[in-house]
C-alpha cells in the first residue's frame, strides 16, 4: 500500500468534487501514530479536536514523527456540522463531535486489524486464567463482553472485551479497551463505558497460551449444556470472527490451528453470564489438571479443505 502523506497527496483523482477539495482544506493541525506497526494519520481544520483524540486511540498507540502514513483521516467541522473522511471516502456526517469521534473510534480499530502483518484479530472476549487464557468469539449482541465481565468480577484478569489478538505463534495479547457493557433503562438499550478496576479486576500485560475456546450465546432462561467440539470445528468458529477472513485467509488459518491445539473446546447457548462465568473457570481449572496426560496432536486447515458452505459464506461476506 502507497504511503499518504498528512498534508497532502501528490498525484491526480477522478474521485468527486467533495474529495478533491480535501487537499485545499487548510488544516490547523495533523497527528500521526502507530498501532500494532500500523502507521495513521488524523488531520483536523480546528486544532482544538486534537484534545479529544486520546479517548478515542486504540489500545497501545505510540505517537509517530513521520508523515507518511498507512492510513489518513480528515475531519472538517464547526459547531454544528461534522465530516469524517478515510482517504478518499466520507464516513460520516453528523452534528454531534462525539458522534464522529465514535464512527473514528470502530473504523480505526477495524482498518489496524485489516492491515497488521503479524497480528490476527478475531471477534472475542478474552480474560486470563491460571495463565492460560479464555477465549470467548462473537460479534456484537452475542453476549460476549457481559460473559468477559461476568468472569472479570469472578477473579478472571481481562484481556480484551472486542479482539483477540493473536501472535505467529497463537499466543493471545492484551487489547484491553474499556468494557461497553449493553444495559437497560426503560424501554431503551444504552452502553455503559467502564474499566476492568471498576468491576474489581484487573487487566492482563503479558501474552498467554489459550486454555479455553468457548464459542457460546445467550439465550434467556436456557440451562447451561455445553457440548465439546472438535479442533477443527473451533478454528472455523474463530474464523469466521476473524476481520481478515474474506480478504486474508490462508493468513488467519496459520494461526488458528495453534491457538486451538492444547485448549479445551466446547460450544452451547448460555443462560445468566454470572454462573457461567464460575462453571467455566472450573472447566479451565480441570483442563489445566489434566493436560499433562494430553498428547497436542498437530493441526492444519488450508482454504481448499474447509467446506463448501463455509467457502461460500466467506466470498459473500
Not at 471477534?123 to 460473559?147: D, M, Y
Not at 479451565?284 to 492444519?300: C, F, M, Y
Request: glycine letters at 6%; a negative charge; charged letters at 25%.
Amino acid at each position: 500500500m502507497p504511503s499518504l502523506t498528512l498534508a497532502s497527496r501528490n498525484q491526480p483523482s477522478e474521485e468527486n468534487s467533495d474529495s478533491l477539495e480535501l487537499d485545499c482544506l487548510k488544516w490547523e493541525a495533523e497527528f500521526s501514530f502507530i498501532s500494532y506497526g500500523v502507521r495513521i494519520g488524523i488531520r483536523v481544520n480546528k486544532a482544538k479536536v486534537l484534545e479529544c483524540l486520546p479517548d478515542y486511540l486504540p489500545p497501545g498507540w505510540q505517537p509517530s514523527a513521520s508523515p507518511d502514513v498507512d492510513q489518513l483521516y480528515s475531519l472538517i467541522g464547526d459547531e454544528s456540522n461534522y465530516q469524517l473522511w478515510r482517504d478518499r471516502e466520507i464516513l460520516a456526517e453528523a452534528s454531534l463531535l462525539e458522534t464522529i469521534l465514535h464512527t473514528l473510534d470502530t473504523d480505526l480499530r477495524l482498518q489496524i486489524g485489516m492491515l497488521v502483518q503479524d497480528r490476527l484479530f478475531v471477534h472475542a472476549g478474552v480474560v486470563g486464567w491460571r495463565g492460560q487464557a479464555i477465549v470467548i468469539p462473537g460479534r456484537s449482541f452475542s453476549g460476549k463482553t457481559t460473559l468477559t465481565a461476568a468472569l472479570v468480577q469472578a477473579g478472571a484478569t481481562y484481556y480484551s472485551d472486542e479482539y483477540a489478538v493473536f501472535d505467529l505463534r497463537g499466543w493471545v495479547h492484551p487489547y484491553p479497551r474499556r468494557l461497553a457493557i449493553r444495559e437497560w433503562e426503560g424501554e431503551q438499550e444504552v452502553k455503559r463505558q467502564c474499566t476492568a478496576e471498576e468491576l474489581g479486576g484487573t487487566v492482563g500485560s503479558e501474552p498467554l497460551p489459550v486454555g479455553l475456546v468457548a464459542h457460546v450465546q445467550y439465550q434467556p432462561n436456557v440451562v447451561w449444556c455445553p457440548k465439546k467440539i472438535s479442533a477443527g470445528v473451533a478454528v472455523l468458529a474463530l474464523l469466521d470472527n476473524a476481520i481478515v477472513a474474506r480478504t486474508r485467509p490462508e493468513f488467519a488459518l496459520s494461526i488458528l490451528p495453534s491457538v486451538v491445539s492444547d485448549a479445551f473446546r466446547i460450544t452451547g447457548k448460555r443462560g445468566e453470564a454470572a454462573a457461567v462465568a464460575v462453571a467455566l473457570l472450573h472447566q479451565l481449572d480441570d483442563w489445566i489438571e489434566d493436560s499433562s496426560d494430553i498428547t497436542p496432536v498437530a493441526l492444519t486447515i488450508k482454504p481448499a479443505n474447509l467446506p463448501e458452505e463455509k467457502r461460500k459464506e466467506m466470498r459473500s461476506r
